[in-house]
């Protein structure tokens, strides 16, 4: 009944619903509750004999019964509230029927009518399951002194203080496995990056975009790199010098303080240091600013004390 877009199975018969995607859980229970109207005035229209029907004329008749069944309800609540109670009962219900001009005594017999068709309850979804992560602690439960139709508790995670933080790993194979997945990862990322903003090289001519290689880029000193020293090479130059430069001034400071403690000596030799050795201005001067004319300087080795 009704448009190819509406499908249900109603006790063996065909009953057409129309199906819209919703986003959120209240869009969720609407759009289900619209459907079992639906199926519902379906199944009316089939006990009445109709074998086909229009979309639009299948929603107007699900939205007169949405309307009527919300006026009921509704009206029910308020004679509930009226006598100093929070559900409705029957008498509410059949007070409200009567008000709206209904007959209630004809709802028995209509419920016993040999023609009616009996509709399939709809799907139970189960209860979404909390995560693990989140359960903390026990629910509480209302106290005698609060109603039970009351909102129950929110879950314990939502007030309690849990922690957010690990603890760091300090296995030493899952440290370095880690470690190299990282510097893989930057080799690899930098390499791409390299081939997307420089010149790059194929292996197929067919396919240039297939394999990339970075291009060579040629000095026009070649042998330049061999002559200039590593890194390491400058980092132990540098130790060796400031090595010997702590030492001069060791020794500086222990001639001045044996000057100071001659008073009677020469004015002359009291601006040398002892054993001739140069003050640090001179030395400054006999460096030799070219790394590759310097003097072979072998490093120090401190011993252990």
Same mark, same amino acid.
């Given at each position: 009944?009704?448009?190819?877009?509406?499908? &249900?199975?109603?006790?063996?018969?065909?009953?057409? #619903?129309?199906?819209?995607?919703?986003?959120?859980?209240?869009?969720?229970?609407?759009?289900?509750?619209?459907?079992?109207?639906?199926?519902?005035?379906?199944?009316?229209?089939?006990?009445?004999?109709?074998?086909?029907?229009?979309?639009?004329?299948?929603? @107007?008749? @699900?939205?007169?019964?949405?309307?009527?069944?919300?006026? #009921?309800?509704?009206?029910?609540?308020?004679?509930?509230?009226?006598?100093?109670?929070?559900?409705?009962?029957?008498?509410?219900?059949?007070?409200?029927?009567?008000?709206?001009?209904?007959?209630?005594?004809?709802?028995?017999?209509?419920?016993?009518?040999?023609?009616?068709?009996?509709?399939?309850?709809?799907?139970?979804?189960?209860?979404?399951?909390?995560?693990?992560?989140?359960?903390?602690?026990?629910?509480?439960?209302?106290?005698?002194?609060?109603?039970?139709?009351?909102?129950?508790?929110?879950?314990?995670? @939502?007030?309690?203080?849990?922690?957010?933080?690990?603890?760091?790993?300090? !296995?030493?194979?899952?440290?370095?496995?880690?470690?190299?997945?990282?510097?893989?990862?930057?080799? &690899?990322?930098?390499?791409?990056?390299?081939?997307?903003?420089?010149?790059?090289?194929?292996?197929?001519? !067919? !396919?240039?975009?297939?394999?990339?290689?970075?291009?060579?880029?040629?000095?026009?000193?070649?042998?330049?790199?061999?002559?200039?020293?590593?890194?390491?090479?400058?980092?132990?130059?540098?130790?060796?010098?400031?090595?010997?430069?702590?030492?001069?001034? !060791?020794?500086?400071?222990?001639?001045?303080?044996?000057?100071?403690?001659?008073?009677?000596?020469?004015?002359?030799?009291?601006?040398?240091?002892?054993?001739?050795?140069?003050?640090?201005?001179?030395?400054?001067?006999?460096?030799?600013?070219?790394?590759?004319? &310097?003097?072979?300087?072998?490093?120090?080795?401190?011993?252990?004390?």
């Amino acid at each position: 009944i009704g448009d190819p877009s509406l499908l &249900r199975s109603l006790n063996g018969n065909t009953v057409l #619903i129309s199906g819209k995607a919703a986003t959120s859980p209240a869009e969720n229970y609407h759009l289900a509750r619209r459907r079992t109207l639906q199926v519902v005035v379906s199944a009316l229209l089939t006990e009445c004999g109709f074998e086909s029907a229009e979309k639009a004329a299948v929603e @107007t008749l @699900t939205e007169m019964m949405q309307s009527y069944i919300t006026e #009921i309800g509704r009206c029910a609540k308020a004679y509930c509230e009226h006598t100093a109670r929070s559900v409705p009962t029957l008498a509410d219900t059949v007070v409200t029927l009567i008000e709206m001009g209904f007959n209630a005594d004809t709802l028995p017999v209509y419920a016993k009518r040999s023609q009616r068709m009996v509709i399939t309850a709809p799907p139970v979804t189960n209860a979404p399951v909390t995560p693990k992560a989140l359960s903390a602690g026990q629910k509480r439960t209302h106290p005698a002194y609060i109603p039970s139709h009351f909102p129950e508790f929110p879950d314990p995670h @939502t007030y309690i203080k849990t922690p957010t933080f690990r603890e760091p790993v300090s !296995d030493y194979q899952v440290v370095r496995e880690k470690a190299a997945s990282q510097k893989r990862d930057v080799e &690899r990322a930098l390499t791409r990056f390299m081939a997307k903003t420089g010149e790059t090289q194929s292996l197929f001519k !067919d !396919d240039i975009t297939a394999f990339p290689l970075i291009a060579a880029q040629p000095s026009s000193i070649p042998y330049l790199s061999a002559l200039l020293p590593s890194e390491l090479e400058l980092q132990t130059l540098e130790e060796t010098d400031s090595s010997e430069q702590d030492d001069q001034t !060791d020794s500086e400071n222990a001639a001045g303080n044996l000057i100071n403690d001659d008073p009677g000596g020469d004015k002359e030799n009291s601006m040398l240091p002892p054993s001739g050795v140069p003050s640090a201005k001179a030395s400054e001067e006999n460096v030799i600013d070219n790394p590759y004319l &310097r003097p072979v300087k072998k490093p120090k080795v401190r011993r252990k004390k």
